[in-house]
């Protein structure tokens, strides 16, 4: 916006845009440097999970687990159903474990969710952290 008022044109933006990333380059670089991949999914503004390609699991309660940024599944039963991600592997156990949907990303497990490990880092339900 431009001190009469009048809308930027797409290319005045584009200008100010370029002269603001000239001033910036400096600290764009050391960002990087220093903060890797987080600084990286700051500016882009996408999730760090996302870019990092590490799981994110949303639990609701004991009964439902929904994983995102998997790459396939290396174990499937009623009790146990591994997964491999970018980044590692991830375990969830339980009892009548059910793959109730799942896409190339994302999956909901069903069932009686007893633990979640990740890469020999277990979290057990009622474990105190």
Same mark, same amino acid.
């Given at each position: ?7 930027? %044109?797409?290319? #005045?933006?584009? @200008?100010?845009? !370029?002269?603001? /990333? ?7 670089? +050391? $960002? ?39 790459? %396939?599944?290396? #174990?499937?039963? @009623?009790?146990? !159903?591994?997964? /491999? ?7 969830? +156990? $339980? ?35």
């Amino acid at each position: 916006m431009h001190a009469n008022g009048r809308k930027a %044109s797409h290319r #005045e933006q584009r @200008e100010q845009l !370029i002269k603001k /990333q000239k001033g910036n380059k400096k600290s764009l670089r +050391e $960002g990087i440097r220093n903060g890797g991949d987080e600084f990286l999914a700051d500016v882009l503004r996408i999730p760090s999970d996302t870019l990092m390609g590490n799981f994110r699991v949303t639990l609701t309660g004991d009964s439902r687990a929904l994983v995102e940024n998997y790459r %396939s599944i290396l #174990e499937y039963s @009623e009790e146990r !159903i591994l997964l /491999q991600g970018k980044r590692g592997r991830l375990g969830i +156990e $339980g009892e009548k474990l059910i793959i109730d949907f799942y896409t190339g990303n994302d999956m909901l497990v069903r069932g009686r969710i007893k633990r979640i490990l990740l890469e020999g880092i277990s979290m057990e339900k009622g474990e105190d952290q």
